[in-house]
């Protein structure tokens, strides 16, 4: 199984998805990230993270409210953004780190 911490490390953009599966917002964001994998391909990485499956990691990252979206690149957040955001948006955010 991969780790967290090596999966961010990647050159390519990774799209982190702090959600929580009784969160109305977070459960809005699973189809809006679908379409985002169809708009960026294999120009990103795009994973989910249940916080309440991922305590320490939510904490490390400082998650307060869900969803946050976070844009990792070589083990940076690039980007941060909390609540529901677009594809579109989202797919812009990942082309200035692709």
């Not at 990647?10 to 982190?16: A, C, I, Q, R």
């Not at 998805?17 to 189809?31: E, I, N, S």
């Not at 379409?35 to 993270?49: M, S, T």
Request: aromatic share 8%; proline share 5%; net charge negative.
């Amino acid at each position: 199984m991969e780790k967290f911490e090596d999966i961010i490390k990647s050159e390519k953009p990774v799209l982190v998805d702090f959600f929580a599966t009784w969160c109305g917002p977070c459960q809005m964001m699973h189809p809006i990230l679908d379409e985002l994998h169809g708009l960026v391909g294999d120009k990103a990485r795009i994973l989910k993270v249940d916080i309440d499956k991922n305590p320490d990691l939510a904490n490390q990252y400082n998650v307060r409210s869900v969803p946050t979206l976070m844009v990792f690149k070589n083990g940076n957040v690039e980007w941060r953004q909390s609540g529901v955001q677009q594809a579109t948006t989202l797919e812009q955010v990942i082309n200035q780190f692709a």
